[in-house]
């Protein structure tokens, strides 16, 4: 129903630009369609995924074969008007599919959350007429900051989308407004019907700003009143962040970041709790090489269901490439540590040689109340562009339980990723 109403909105929107032309005007409607595709973008991309999956809870491993196609159709209706439409297929190639897609039954193998389908992932109409701001109505990406609380799992080959109504504004003078009401969450693990479930009906609304007063120093802060439809997933979470960098020298540059953010219950949540948000990181880069150290911490009061919850977060991000605290679920409310919380120690370094961005980042978990390791893990990855169309990526993952979870299933996950993009 929300995508047959999000095409109505999109043509309803060309067809209500269009109407004015005048009848007496040989190219009339045909006309404006004509030069809103030529002034327009039309997009084609590509992204092939093997992903290996050895997880030491289940019997068999993982073997995933995956395409993602994208037709992405961007039409200019006038100076002020436009609209935006983008198809995605997802497709598993060879006939052995050997992984849980959270659809197809193989439960006894590890979960890789990419299902076949072919999904309307972006329909939207969008105003720029009043200045420096844009408003926009339909089914969106939201990516808001670091993606720590609001994104949209770009990792995984079906996106994370919302059916929301946005406006953002940015000043030339540094200053940023971001809200959205968002009314339904489209999931990766759509397109189809099932556990868990395909999408989420919203109440929600999103609101953050930001003032960069210099390249040291910018600061942010929000609210995100999360309402779905899956109870144990409502939230309300307010946060304010401080980040900038800064050169020493010719070579050397010097970052931080310093955040906090504080969480509740909101709604129909049947569980009563608070819980606190930390993080600070610092970085030191070189000519070719980066380096950062970081804490986060996502607390709890050691009572079942408290702990800090992201459920509408860019998950893989963070905590580890093997996505071990994510949950089947997707709710980054840490299932099997719903009292404990969590704390994350990294340290990664990056470098830029053989043409290529090689990465490599250690963590190490702990339970953030009660005590207790959550176990460590190694990540490493080096990608390649290859002229304006072309990229490659290969990616490791490495999990050492230690006493989570109760089965102390280490995990080892490994990616080989090629795109294309038109």
């Known amino acids: 129903m929300f995508k047959r109403l999000l095409i109505v909105i999109v043509l309803a929107g060309v067809a209500m630009l269009a109407g004015p032309a005048s009848a007496e005007d040989d190219n009339g409607i045909t006309g404006m369609v004509a030069k809103a595709i030529e002034d327009g973008t039309i997009n084609l991309s590509f992204r092939y995924r093997f992903e290996f ?49 959270t659809r197809n039954g193989r439960t006894n193998r590890p979960a890789v959350f990419d299902p076949e389908g072919t999904d309307l992932n972006q329909a939207l109409v969008r105003y720029t007429g009043f200045e420096n701001t844009a408003l926009t109505l339909g089914r969106q990406r939201i990516n808001r900051g670091t993606q720590r609380f609001i994104g949209g799992v770009g990792w995984r080959q079906n996106e994370q989308t919302y059916d929301s109504f946005s406006a953002g504004y940015a000043s030339e003078g540094g200053f940023k407004a971001f809200y959205s009401y968002v009314f339904q969450v489209n999931r990766i693990f759509g397109p189809d019907s099932g ?37 144990a997933f409502s939230n309300w979470t307010t946060g304010i962040r401080a ?30 709790y608070d819980a606190d948000y930390y993080l600070v990181q610092g970085g030191v880069g070189f000519s070719v090489v980066d380096f950062a150290v970081g804490y986060e911490v996502l607390g709890s009061n050691n009572e079942a269901g408290s702990a800090f919850r992201t459920p509408l977060a860019t998950l893989h991000k963070f905590q580890g490439w093997a996505d071990r605290f994510a949950g089947v679920s997707g709710s980054g409310s840490y299932a099997g540590l719903s009292g404990s919380g969590i704390e994350d120690f990294y340290i990664s370094a990056a470098a830029d040689f053989l043409s290529g961005r090689f990465t490599l980042v250690y963590h190490d978990f702990e339970a953030e109340t009660g005590g207790g ?13 290859f002229g304006k169309h072309y990229g490659l990526l290969v990616k490791l993952a490495s999990y050492d339980a230690d006493d989570f979870p109760a089965n102390e299933a280490d995990v080892l996950k490994f990616w080989a990723q090629l795109t294309a993009n038109f």
Request: glycine share 6%; proline share 3%.
């Open 243 to 272: 980040d900038g960098k800064t050169t020493v020298g010719d070579d050397v540059k010097l970052s931080y970041v310093a955040e906090y953010a504080y969480q509740e219950d909101y709604e129909n949540n049947p569980v009563s």
């Open 373 to 385: 390791s959550w176990g460590e893990e190694w990540d490493a990855s080096a990608a390649w562009k």
């Open 53 to 101: 999956v050895d997880d030491d809870g289940f019997s068999e491993d993982a073997y995933a074969n995956t395409l993602k196609s994208r037709l992405t159709f961007a039409p200019q209706l006038t100076e002020d008007w436009g609209v935006l439409v983008e198809f995605d297929d997802v497709r598993q190639l060879g006939a052995d599919r050997s992984y849980n897609d």
């Open 195 to 231: 556990t868990p479930p395909e999408d989420l009906n919203s109440d929600t609304h999103l609101l953050d700003a930001s003032y960069k007063f210099n390249e040291l120093f910018n600061l942010s802060g929000y609210a995100y009143l999360v309402d779905l439809d899956t109870d």
